[in-house]
């Protein structure tokens, strides 16, 4: 499996588990044994847009796709910097 199938697949698992459709990838890893994707979900809107919560889910997928482990990395605000969190 080649790095943008891992990215489509971890963004399709992320939203059956939280019900949410994935913002952006903001990272991606291959290992050994599969594919480590970093995504950005929007969990709370607000307005203004600024004050949005979204979280960063580390997802984990094996050599064939299939979903290893998905967790909440930490929560933050979308006008926030890389400073702040």
């Not at 399709?12 to 890893?29: F, N």
């Not at 929007?42 to 979903?67: N, S």
């Amino acid at each position: 499996m080649k790095g943008p199938e891992a990215v489509k697949l971890a963004r399709h698992h992320v939203q059956g588990l939280t019900g949410k459709e994935a913002e952006a990838v903001v990272g991606l890893e291959k290992g050994d044994d599969g594919w480590t994707v970093l995504v950005d979900v929007l969990e709370l809107h607000r307005v203004p847009e600024t004050t949005d919560v979204l979280a960063t889910y580390e997802v984990k997928l094996d050599g064939d796709g299939d979903l290893t482990s998905c967790r909440r990395m930490h929560r933050y605000t979308r006008g926030s910097t890389e400073e702040d969190r």
